[in-house]
């Protein structure tokens, strides 16, 4: 089975300040109290470059792993999340995938499938998400550490199928802010808008069950209501008109087979106030905290 076990941390505690392990490249300067590094790792046979950054005055913090849109600025979503790393004790993590290695179904869609055909499961790109965790966690001394995975738009596509077909251990929430597309938890839908064309077995089951007992939250911006750049595909439009409508319907579907096959539900909805399609005004909101789940 894909799904890694969850296990349950203590929160950090905020403590005195100590030093990256592992850093490769220079630092930039940087108006908070920390500095935004360049570093490469060695992910699944893949070399990424990750864009990292760990608040001084905190000697234990929990890992917020930023996943890009399709715009692929990985370092403008870390800056974007500097204050509430500040303010929350996040090392925080950016892991850039370029569009030469990574188009839109290796990328927005896990990999799951191209041009309509499934693809080998070792080859999904959304195994890379549990090694780039222990890779995170090296760099901080402890292979411990809680992880919090936020991905915005095409990020947010992304860990949807990272939750449905791949989930890491050790994440304690993964929040899908305006992603275009969701995964179903439904054999309605093929993969990687559900789970149809996948094996029917108990293993497949298995994996529908614990993405709906997931700790996952869908966070909507209120006016995310626009058509700029969002998937229009058959599957796509099923889902809803635009971003905030498939986001509520996707958790209305989910809650609902839940109740009905009497499985665990853990995800959350949390919608932010006056934020339309923008990865720093959700990172940047007073919801954000709600999002993670405190």
Not at 210 to 227: F, M, V
Not at 235 to 262: H, M, P, S, V, Y
Request: with cysteine; glycine share 10%.
């Amino acid at each position: 089975m894909r799904w890694k076990p969850l296990f349950r941390l203590r929160r950090t505690q905020r403590s005195i300040a100590a030093a990256f392990l592992g850093m490769i490249g220079t630092a930039t300067a940087s108006a908070y109290s920390g500095e935004v590094l360049r570093q490469m790792a060695d992910v699944d046979g893949q070399r990424l470059q990750v864009f990292s950054y760990r608040p001084k005055g905190c000697a234990s913090p929990a890992i917020l792993m930023i996943f890009h849109g399709n715009s692929r600025t990985a370092e403008s979503y870390l800056e974007a999340a500097i204050p509430l790393a500040d303010r929350g004790c996040f090392a925080l993590y950016a892991p850039l995938f370029d569009r030469d290695r990574f188009p839109s179904w290796a990328y927005h869609r896990g990999g799951v499938a191209e041009d309509g055909r499934l693809r080998s499961e070792e080859d999904w790109t959304v195994d890379m998400v549990d090694d780039l965790l222990t890779w995170a966690r090296q760099q901080e001394g402890r292979p411990d550490a809680p992880g919090y995975l936020f991905g915005h738009s095409a990020g947010g596509q992304f860990l949807s199928r990272v939750a449905a077909y791949g989930m890491p251990a050790g994440v304690r929430r993964v929040i899908l802010a305006n992603p275009s597309t969701y995964v179903l938890p439904t054999r309605n839908e093929d993969a990687p808008y559900g789970y149809g064309g996948l094996a029917e077995d108990e293993e497949t089951t298995g994996w529908m069950r614990d993405y709906l007992a997931a700790p996952i939250t869908i966070y909507l911006g209120e006016r995310d209501t626009g058509d700029e750049d969002l998937t229009m595909t058959d599957a796509a439009i099923r889902q809803g008109r635009n971003r905030l409508e498939r986001g509520e319907l996707t958790f209305a579907k989910a809650r609902d087979i839940a109740k009905e096959r009497g499985w665990s539900f853990n995800w959350t909805l949390v919608e932010a106030r006056d934020v339309g399609h923008s990865a720093r005004g959700m990172l940047q909101a007073e919801e954000m905290t709600e999002a993670l789940g405190f």
